[in-house]
């Protein structure tokens, strides 16, 4: 269906001039306008679109701030300080810059857990969902780059307790691990020198961002989208224009994440922060309890319950490659989990453990938290390495409908079809 | 003799020698680009630094500044020493000194003798960084927390060091760093 | 889909109505144990809060005469005192303030390239308007040497860089963290300034105190360097029209609210820009639901 033939008619003579030179306006019209968007799309797939948006936003009020921001040692605090206090509408941009990565990782994670329970990981989407995971990983340096550029205690802190991670690689060829470390810091500890690298790359990824989703849209146009019943569009009845159907319902729900944005940026721009980064940076105090921001906790949570520092690092990074092979662990020939009575249920275990592991990350690395943190942490493994393999072959699935059209109409009172509405 | 153009071996040796060497040329490129990340020449100035010993009293403890890094200076109790000496080498969880003044520092066994300067065991210098995740360790004001061994505690993971700042329980690979240290007399040391 | 968004949006306002609701006297703890810290009701607390005036130039005078003795405000400058927002002096009377101040701006080097007078002093000129509000001490070093070997911090951002953390059972702990969310609870580290003012107390029996260290039911480990700063009686005699008669728990619940006030002065902006443009989205939002309510009703999905 992605691949549908071009309707693009050039209106005028100045379009039509344009066709033939640069045909932007027919790329337009084919992937965003007469674009076949299947018409049982749920609001769960609006996310792509808040990405999107949030994305922009971000590189904008990025860039704003970087026109006034120092990245020195000395003056980094100082002149977030100076926008949040003295720079026309700083602490409005200021607070939407930071609360913005928050909203970000917010509908990423969405986004994520919707392709996990409708199988929008499985073939033919593989690439796609791979260009996602990078686009993640690309994510989490750029929001770890960015809570260093403040330089309070927890910016300094976070920096030195995650770029010491890379010195357990010590534990493999002794030397190689504090050569890496030493060759991130620039110095023999986190410094300015750190900081202002840290500056350079946090304003670069982004833009590596822009391109890598421009692959992920493409990927996407190429399969098109999947939808709640995991069953490939098969006639034109499946489908919808992307304009003004898609796109309708994509604005609708942007605005009302706005809402939940808006409430943050005015009314609690210091929630999802830590007040110890009110502190200007010290090397020589260490704060009681360093916690990395909330959507690092889960991975945070995994680190600390491995008691081996290198198996400890490892299962960390492990914990996001894994995901990168989720296309290929997944036996099931079944995409989506609202025809998997089995799998449906470890889903939520998954949804539940690392909601679990966030919690667990928080707080501090003593007894009961570590043992919890430790059976999450084998659960989530567990999942992917095992569940999914293995119910994939074992479960009984649900009848699929013939079609989406089936679905929609033969399927609207069914329990398949309406239970997972509220998703 | 035929020309160039008409060998077709000669040619493509001629292609092929080209492409490698501007590969070459251009693989040679990045190493710049990546070396410039490592500490510069500011930053490996190796400055030592002397420090004055006579005012601290036993049991109490002062940190100085090196390269960056906070220094440990622990004017030992008898008591403390003790303590440190009645372990038995495989109680603990790094074997191994990690002193940068013994002959043999990656092999000598982590006794407290090896712990600490010969001649000069009552003070214990250490490099203050957790060997975990880099973290400064609790211990050295009096109000700290020490951990369950009596010497150093890192708040940030849990990590107990013990009288002779060795790895005695949590997450840390290994003994607290004994970094290079020269007695010039018996109250001042120089560090570097 | 609705029905469904209709319920699922009463629900949403049925939570938000329960945890307006819930009382705001939970255990909180600070530091490794419990340590009870009150939610006091601000003026500036919650969605419709602003600062109260009055309060902010009662508070002023507090820090004035009980905190600046030790304890700079660097990150403001005079000229704050009488912007919009604030404590809204009269300028002429912040210039004669700034003027006065006891802790000066250093002027050298002059320009013969000295920087210290005939007896060795640094040369040192009046603050402006547009000068930082410095504490007595040159630097941290300075300040650590007169105090004991303790750093009175600058006030500037405190109520910022401290807070309440929740040490309660996980399904409390979520519990509390939505209920804050919904009602937008930014007060934690006001709340701390607030009871560590108000916290000195008699050291418990069994409870040895360093030398020079007071006892404190609010601070992490309850040994304070800073002597109580406010006697039970109050500190500063305010004036007939200052609106407050003075005590331990007025003058203490005054600086806080100026303090909060120093570390983020933007509150009433952001607050009255925050209710229009919540106006706006939520306008636009049941616009865009409408619209597309009406695109989507020409296909059955």
């Known amino acids: 269906m992605a691949d549908h033939s071009s309707t693009y008619e050039p209106k005028s003579a100045t379009a039509k001039w344009w066709d033939e030179r640069l045909p932007i306006m027919r790329l337009l019209s084919d992937q965003m306008i007469t674009f076949p968007t299947p018409k049982n799309i749920n609001y769960l797939w609006t996310f792509g679109g808040i990405l999107t948006v949030f994305l922009l936003l971000q590189l904008v009020t990025g860039i704003i701030l970087a026109m006034h921001y120092q990245p020195s040692a000395a003056e980094a605090f100082n002149s977030v300080d100076n926008i949040m206090r003295n720079v026309n509408y700083g602490w409005l941009i200021r607070n939407m810059h930071a609360v913005g990565a928050s909203m970000f990782f917010i509908a990423v994670y969405i986004h994520i857990f919707r392709g996990l329970y409708y199988g929008s990981y499985k073939a033919p989407r593989e690439i796609l969902w791979i260009l996602g995971m990078l686009i993640f990983l690309a994510m989490m340096a750029a929001g770890f780059m960015g809570y260093a550029l403040v330089w309070g205690q927890m910016s300094f802190w976070g920096v030195t307790v995650i770029t010491n991670l890379f010195s357990s690689l010590d534990g493999i060829i002794p030397g190689l691990g504090t050569a890496i470390v030493e060759w991130l810091w620039g110095g023999y500890s986190v410094s300015g020198t750190t900081l202002n690298r840290f500056f350079s790359l946090h304003y670069l990824v982004p833009f590596v961002i822009v391109g890598l989703v421009v692959l992920h849209i493409w990927a996407l146009h190429m399969t098109g989208q999947n939808n709640p019943t995991g069953v490939e569009p098969k006639t034109e009845a499946d489908t919808v224009p992307m304009h003004p159907y898609a796109t309708s319902k994509d604005l609708f729900a942007m605005f009302a994440f706005f809402l939940m944005f808006a409430w943050f940026v005015f009314f609690l721009p210091d929630y999802l922060g830590h007040p110890d980064n009110y502190n200007p940076a010290n090397p020589l105090v260490t704060p009681p309890h360093i916690v990395p921001e909330w959507y690092f906790l889960p991975f945070y949570a995994i680190l600390r319950a491995i008691p081996d520092k290198l198996g400890g690092v490892i299962m960390m990074f492990g914990a996001i490659a894994v995901l990168f092979f989720i296309p290929w662990l997944d036996r099931s020939r079944i995409r989506s989990a609202r025809y998997r009575p089995i799998y449906k249920w470890f889903f939520w275990l998954l949804v539940i453990s690392c909601l679990a592991l966030g919690y667990l990350g928080a707080m501090p690395a003593e007894e009961p938290y570590i043992t919890w943190a430790r059976i999450f942490t084998a659960y989530y493994f567990a999942h992917f390495l095992i569940v999914m393999p293995i119910v994939g072959v074992l479960e009984k699935p649900k009848p699929l409908p013939a079609s989406i059209s089936d679905a929609v109409e033969g399927g609207k009172s069914s329990s398949g079809a309406s239970a997972h509405k509220k998703n | ?192 | 889909m609705s029905k469904q968004a209709i319920a699922i949006f009463a629900a949403l306002l049925g939570l938000i109505g329960c945890l307006t609701v819930l009382k705001s006297s939970d255990a909180y703890a600070a530091g490794g144990e419990a340590i009870h810290i009150e939610r006091h009701p601000w003026s500036f607390a919650g969605f419709f809060g602003q600062y109260d005036k009055p309060q902010l130039r009662r508070g002023w005078q507090v820090y004035q005469d009980v905190c600046a003795s030790c304890h700079g405000l660097k990150r403001l400058s005079f000229r704050n005192l009488a912007e919009p927002g604030g404590p809204e002096f009269p300028v002429e009377s912040v210039k004669a303030l700034a003027k006065n101040w006891d802790n000066k701006i250093f002027a050298g080097p002059n320009e013969d390239g000295e920087i210290v007078d005939e007896d060795g002093e640094l040369l040192v000129r009046d603050p402006l308007l547009s000068d930082p509000i410095l504490g007595p001490y040159a630097n941290d070093n300075a300040a650590r040497s007169a105090n004991n070997g303790a750093l009175p911090p600058d006030l500037s951002l405190i109520t910022k860089a401290r807070g309440i953390p929740t040490h309660a059972i996980w399904y409390k702990h979520v519990a509390i963290m939505a209920r804050d969310i919904v009602n937008g609870y930014q007060e934690g580290g006001a709340d701390y300034v607030y009871a560590l003012l108000t916290g000195y107390k008699d050291a418990p029996e069994g409870v040895q105190l360093s030398e020079g260290m007071s006892y404190n039911v609010a601070f992490p480990g309850h040994q304070i360097a800073m002597a109580q700063p406010i006697p039970e009686g109050g500190a500063v005699e305010y004036q007939k029209n200052a609106g407050a008669k003075t005590s331990l728990h007025q003058n203490a619940e005054d600086v806080t609210a100026f303090l909060a006030w120093a570390a983020d002065p933007s509150l009433d902006a952001r607050k009255n820009l925050g209710w229009l443009v919540m106006l706006y989205l939520l306008i636009t939002t049941v616009l865009l639901y409408l619209g597309k309510r009406v695109i989507w009703s020409r296909v059955k999905h």
């Open chain 2, 1 to 192: 003799m035929a020309s160039d153009t008409k060998d077709p071996n000669r040619r493509d040796f001629l292609v092929v020698a080209g492409n490698t060497f501007a590969a070459i040329g251009a693989a040679s490129l990045i190493w710049p680009f990546i070396a410039q990340m490592n500490p510069d020449a500011g930053a490996l100035a190796l400055s030592s630094i002397e420090v004055d010993l006579s005012p601290i009293k036993e049991g109490q403890a002062i940190t100085a500044m090196w390269r960056g890094k906070p220094v440990f200076i622990r004017y030992r109790t008898a008591e403390e020493i003790e303590a440190a000496k009645k372990v038995a080498l495989d109680d603990l969880a790094d074997p191994i000194a990690r002193n940068e003044n013994l002959k043999d520092p990656a092999s000598a066994p982590a006794t407290d003798q090896n712990r600490t300067i010969e001649g000069h065991e009552k003070w214990l210098i250490l490099i203050g960084i957790c060997t975990h995740l880099g973290c400064i360790p609790e211990g050295q004001k009096i109000s700290d927390a020490r951990g369950d061994f009596g010497g150093y505690f890192c708040p940030c993971h849990g990590s107990h060091y013990d009288t002779a700042g060795r790895i005695r329980k949590g997450p840390a690979p290994r003994n607290l760093d004994v970094p290079v240290i020269t007695f010039i007399t018996d109250t001042k040391i120089k560090i570097g």
